[in-house]
């Protein structure tokens, strides 16, 4: 049996349905502690078939429902304060919808060959400041130079290639807003919602978005991230430390593969 969405000419096997449901499950498990979701859930729908524009915004639409659970539940158990942030939300906005108009336009190909080394750094980094995310410290910088800095410079990236953007984010409110790891995993799950969000909109626009696929993942999304942060909140930084290394880690050789070799 098949099923048919999208612009017409698509077709799955209901089938894969559940496999879907599974994939967006860990993906927003995963994603909502760690980042790289996209990692899992991209390489399964070009995998079933689905072709890569397609499963660029397609991954857009699933992602804004994991991503926006696990904002909720943070903002609702206290971790990330929403008042504190709408300016970042704003920026990202801005800064999504800058890179999501700009890559129709540009190849993003030097990118591929840019960011493993910028995320390998970050593995290192951490790996080698044990200390790097264990409690608050003194902020860089304050509020409103850091939201416009990050929020345009990170949400037009992630509007406009996308890999490693959580990573990113964690790490520049660790190391310039003062954030411990969990707070800073909070923040983040907030600013990704917002580009997810904004990138969105223009994927929509340009009809590159599988519906059905999208929303049976989703549902695994939500559930999946309501669990990750869960156990974000409960079991703060030494259980989000390892796993936001592995995450960037395997993200990284992903995205060495993919351009180098």
Not at 163 to 189: E, H, I, Q, R
Not at 200 to 208: E, K, P, Q
Request: glycine share 14%; proline share 5%.
């Amino acid at each position: 049996m098949l099923a048919r969405f999208g612009e017409g000419e698509m077709h799955l096997a209901v089938w894969l349905f559940p496999v879907l449901f599974a994939t967006g499950l860990v993906a927003g498990l995963v994603d909502s502690i760690a980042g790289g979701g996209g990692l899992i859930t991209i390489p399964v729908l070009l995998g079933v078939g689905v072709p890569p524009h397609l499963a660029l915004g397609t991954n857009k639409l699933q992602a804004s429902f994991g991503s926006g659970s696990a904002s909720f539940n943070f903002v609702r158990s206290g971790t990330a304060r929403l008042r504190g942030c709408l300016r970042g939300i704003a920026f990202t906005f801005v800064g999504a919808a800058l890179g999501a108009i700009t890559v129709q336009r540009l190849n993003p190909g030097f990118l591929k060959l840019l960011i493993p080394i910028m995320l390998g750094a970050i593995a290192v980094y951490t790996f080698f400041t044990p200390d790097l995310g264990a409690l608050d410290v003194h902020p860089r910088l304050k509020s409103t130079p850091f939201y416009v800095m990050a929020g345009l410079t990170l949400g037009f990236y992630d509007g406009f290639f996308g890999p490693g953007t959580g990573s990113f984010w964690v790490v520049v409110f660790m190391l310039l807003v003062g954030f411990n790891m969990k707070k800073a995993t909070a923040y983040t799950k907030v600013m990704n919602f917002t580009s997810n969000v904004a990138s969105l909109l223009f994927f929509m626009l340009g009809g590159h978005v599988l519906y059905v696929p999208a929303l049976v993942m989703a549902g695994g999304q939500v559930l999946g991230a309501r669990i990750g942060s869960g156990l974000v909140i409960t079991r703060g930084v030494r259980f989000v430390r390892p796993v936001f290394l592995v995450m960037v880690v395997l993200v990284t050789a992903k995205l060495i593969f993919d351009a180098y070799l």
